[in-house]
């Protein structure tokens, strides 16, 4: 029996109609689409009258590979006019395409991914004869906005043409070859009635030549492998997720504007355009006249006529708005020259374009279609929108805590926290968060399905597939938000890695990170319950030792201050002074080390004065002469610098030994102007990490010993101009006085 092949291409109006009138016209006995085969025994539940656009998700996972992919459809995608007429004309309807879990899929995250632009150069060459920028206006220009007779015959021809005699790869072979199984079969089954076959345009030379050999047997759907997760649901999806401009991989573009040209045809979808455009932007309160329209029209049609268009097409519009309603220069090629998604810098006018090109269409589900248990368990317990305030301190707030973090960790829109615990931020036991209605909830909570039944299981997962490819300051976060999760399962995987990367770790910054949340988890039981964990003192230990190994090993001379290689010694400072007798840290060798990297001159200065500022705070009143070791270790050169890392450790210690504040103001006000101006920015920072009542107790006592007891800090601290000013005015005042040095009328 006849088998007639139909290539199309996804998401396009032009092959939609002809799919349809092709089935309504023959009456197939089958009609057999490119779609994942496991769906097929679910045919009654795709077609339970949805509002598209809506997609199938699969996931897959299993302890090697974690895949998500979509099979999205929209009114005017050729494989859904397929199945509607299909079954209006009485034929069976069969997915033939492996299902999406196939490790022959495993690179494609959509089904529907144009194969034609693997092979630039056959495209690139057909854009040039026509004089058109891209695939997307190619397509127009061929297809959506021509005659529709013959339209097989070209579409044939452009698919030939595209694919040629190149040798696809094994991923494509074994998709085709599966898919010409479903057609050789429905051939022998079909009696005096035709079979359609509705695939890629790309697919279709091959399907051609493998239908006549082979078995006629019917193929058996794969099956996933033996402890592999696997599951499919419909999702609603929505054009803007359908978008090229979003990044989107497949089909036509501009979804809402193809859309109306499915329904309206090419002169109702230039008007509907137009009318979208002018709406947003007087939306927006920028004019748009009567005059600018039609200008607009004008040069569309205009466009349309020289480029040879019966009807304006979609960049004829484009181009005809731009024309009328952008009066500036245009920097940047417009969007619509080139694929992809949407890049920065472009005019507003033409944002604006893009977006009512988009349209925000969103589909809904049947009311009878099944969910992934996720949604139900998420939905009985979420509650509706408002603002919530949790008392981490009580079981209650602990437990609603953990529900919403499990469904942040999933990436669950409308899931907002605004204030809470932070990996480095101590013992806040109050966290506020917000939550919202979103079109896009129920989409994402479909697609987390695919990690687990509940949201403890689906968070534990995602959490997993995070720890893969994680270097240390990742490992850090999973390792915080498991504890925020209340996913102990979890921990011993996450140590098991941590322990792994602090072996192999060589930034000290990222190292006094992942230190910094270990001993935060350690120590605090209200908010973690992990006080005293003995893995995590493991950690604790391995990484406090590794940091002492490392910042020994950190040469360079004078640089800037580095704020993480501060903070990771601060991070094991507070890991001795907390964690050193309980889980065997021997502080004397840390003292040790810190000695020697505060003397060591090819140091950086701010590990220098980390490592001083070290050593003081642990040894406190039994620091030998602290005064003396400043004045030792002062260099005006890199003196901010230096005091950044003394005063991130000896904050304190600075403050309450009595003479250091003095020899401090000795040390500064002794370095020369250039040195002075030169070290300005740093001391700033460097004062930075004392808190406003600490920096005003410091200007009363420089108050006091400058200018007596009945002068105000407040006047050193406020002062009238800005601090850049005074510092340039200090400049430009040094300069004369070397002008002046040098032409004799000053003497030194």
Same mark, same amino acid.
């Given at each position: 029996m006849a088998v007639i092949f139909l290539g199309v291409r996804h998401h396009s109006p032009a092959c939609a109609r002809l799919v349809a009138d092709t089935i309504h016209s023959v009456r197939p006995a089958y009609v057999l689409v490119e779609g994942p085969a496991d769906m097929n025994h679910r045919m009654d539940e795709l077609l339970l009258g949805h509002e598209l656009p809506i997609a199938v998700y699969t996931s897959y996972r299993d302890h090697e590979r974690r895949h998500g992919s979509w099979t999205p459809l929209c009114d005017y995608s050729p494989e859904w006019t397929a199945l509607t007429a299909g079954r209006e004309a009485g034929a069976e309807l069969r997915f033939i395409d492996l299902p999406a879990w196939h490790p022959a899929l495993a690179d494609l995250s959509n089904r529907y991914a144009d194969a034609e632009t693997r092979y630039d150069e056959v495209t690139g060459r057909l854009c040039r004869a026509f004089a058109v920028d891209n695939v997307d206006a190619l397509w127009d220009h061929l297809f959506e906005i021509e005659p529709a007779d013959g339209l097989a015959e070209r579409l044939a021809t452009y698919f030939d043409l595209v694919r040629g005699d190149t040798e696809t790869g094994p991923d494509d072979t074994?998709?085709?070859?599966?898919?010409?199984?479903?057609?050789?079969?429905?051939?022998?089954?079909?009696?005096?009635?035709?079979?359609?076959?509705?695939?890629?345009?790309?697919?279709?030379?091959?399907?051609?030549?493998?239908?006549?050999?082979?078995?006629?047997?019917?193929?058996?759907?794969?099956?996933?492998?033996?402890?592999?997760?696997?599951?499919?649901?419909?999702?609603?999806?929505?054009?803007?997720?359908?978008?090229?401009?979003?990044?989107?991989?497949?089909?036509?573009?501009?979804?809402?504007?193809?859309?109306?040209?499915?329904?309206?045809?090419?002169?109702?979808?230039? /008007?509907?355009?137009?009318?979208?455009v002018t709406a947003r932007l007087r939306a927006r309160r920028q004019p748009v006249s009567t005059a600018d329209l039609i200008a607009a029209r004008a040069s569309a049609d205009g466009i349309a006529l020289m480029r040879g268009h019966p009807h304006p097409a979609r960049v004829d519009v484009l181009d005809g708005l731009a024309t009328a309603l952008v009066g500036e220069a245009i920097e940047t090629p417009l969007p619509w020259a080139s694929r992809g998604p949407l890049q920065a810098g472009h005019h507003p006018v033409v944002v604006e374009m893009i977006a009512a090109l988009s349209g925000d269409?969103?589909?809904?589900?049947?009311?009878?279609?099944?969910?992934?248990?996720?949604?139900?368990?998420?939905?009985?317990e979420l509650g509706g929108p408002g603002d919530e305030r949790l008392h981490l301190g009580g079981q209650a707030g602990r437990e609603r805590s953990r529900f919403l973090h499990r469904l942040r960790v999933l990436g669950i829109p409308g899931v907002v926290r605004t204030s809470g615990?932070?990996?480095?931020?101590?013992?806040?036991?109050?966290?506020?968060?917000?939550?919202?209605?979103?079109?896009?909830?129920?989409?994402?909570?479909?697609?987390?399905?695919?990690?687990?039944?509940d949201p403890q299981e689906a968070a534990a997962s995602v959490l997993a597939d995070r720890i893969r490819d994680a270097d240390l300051d990742q490992l850090a976060d999973v390792l915080f938000d498991a504890a925020l999760c209340g996913i102990g399962e979890l921990a011993g995987q996450v140590l098991d890695d941590l322990a792994r990367a602090i072996v192999a770790a060589a930034d000290l910054g990222s190292l006094g990170r992942t230190l910094t949340v270990a001993l935060a988890m350690w120590r605090h039981d209200d908010?973690?319950?992990?006080?005293?964990?003995?893995?995590?003192?493991?950690?604790?230990?391995?990484?406090?030792?590794?940091?002492?190994?490392?910042?020994?090993?950190?040469?360079?001379?004078?640089?800037?201050?580095?704020?993480? /290689?501060?903070?990771?010694?601060?991070?094991?400072?507070?890991?001795?002074?907390?964690?050193?007798?309980?889980?065997?840290?021997?502080?004397?060798?840390?003292?040790?080390?810190?000695?020697?990297?505060?003397?060591? =001159?090819?140091?950086?200065?701010?590990?220098?004065?980390?490592?001083?500022?070290?050593?003081?705070?642990?040894?406190?009143?039994?620091?030998?002469?602290?005064?003396?070791?400043?004045?030792?270790?002062?260099?005006?050169?890199?003196?901010?610098?230096?005091?950044?890392?003394?005063?991130?450790?000896?904050?304190?210690?600075?403050?309450?030994?009595?003479?250091?504040?003095?020899?401090?103001?000795?040390?500064?006000?002794?370095?020369?102007?250039?040195?002075?101006?030169?070290?300005?920015?740093?001391?700033? =920072?460097?004062?930075?990490y004392f808190?406003?009542?600490?920096?005003?107790?410091?200007?009363?006592?420089?108050?006091?010993?400058?200018?007596?007891?009945?002068?105000?800090?407040?006047?050193?601290?406020?002062?009238?101009?800005?601090?850049?000013?005074?510092?340039?005015?200090?400049?430009?005042?040094?300069?004369?006085?070397?002008?002046?040095? /040098?032409?004799?009328l000053i003497t030194p």
């Open positions: 074994a998709r085709e070859a599966y898919m010409a199984q479903w057609v050789r079969a429905a051939a022998g089954d079909a009696g005096e009635r035709p079979v359609v076959v509705v695939t890629g345009g790309f697919h279709r030379p091959a399907l051609v030549r493998l239908a006549e050999q082979g078995e006629r047997s019917w193929p058996e759907v794969p099956q996933p492998p033996e402890g592999a997760a696997v599951g499919s649901y419909l999702v609603p999806y929505s054009f803007r997720r359908l978008d090229a401009f979003d990044g989107y991989q497949s089909g036509m573009p501009s979804p809402g504007y193809y859309q109306d040209l499915w329904e309206y045809g090419p002169d109702g979808a230039a /008007r509907r355009l137009t009318e979208a269409r969103a589909g809904r589900l049947h009311r009878s279609t099944p969910l992934p248990p996720l949604v139900h368990a998420v939905l009985a615990p932070r990996p480095a931020g101590g013992t806040e036991l109050v966290e506020q968060w917000t939550l919202t209605e979103t079109d896009d909830r129920l989409p994402a909570l479909i697609e987390a399905g695919g990690y687990g039944v908010l973690f319950a992990t006080s005293g964990s003995t893995t995590l003192g493991t950690v604790v230990r391995a990484a406090t030792l590794r940091a002492l190994w490392l910042a020994e090993g950190v040469h360079g001379g004078p640089v800037p201050a580095d704020p993480q /290689r501060i903070g990771a010694m601060a991070a094991v400072r507070d890991a001795l002074r907390h964690a050193g007798p309980p889980l065997g840290l021997d502080v004397d060798a840390a003292l040790g080390v810190a000695d020697r990297v505060a003397a060591c =001159q090819d140091a950086p200065p701010d590990l220098r004065g980390a490592s001083l500022g070290l050593g003081w705070s642990l040894r406190g009143t039994a620091a030998a002469d602290p005064a003396r070791a400043v004045r030792g270790a002062f260099v005006p050169a890199s003196a901010g610098d230096w005091l950044a890392g003394l005063f991130a450790l000896a904050r304190e210690e600075v403050l309450h030994t009595g003479g250091v504040l003095e020899l401090l103001d000795e040390l500064v006000a002794a370095m020369s102007g250039h040195d002075f101006l030169v070290a300005l920015p740093a001391l700033r =920072q460097a004062f930075g808190p406003p009542r600490e920096r005003h107790l410091i200007a009363t006592r420089l108050v006091e010993l400058r200018s007596g007891a009945g002068a105000s800090a407040w006047d050193l601290m406020r002062l009238e101009a800005a601090p850049e000013l005074v510092a340039a005015g200090m400049a430009l005042d040094e300069r004369v006085d070397a002008a002046l040095r /040098r032409e004799g």
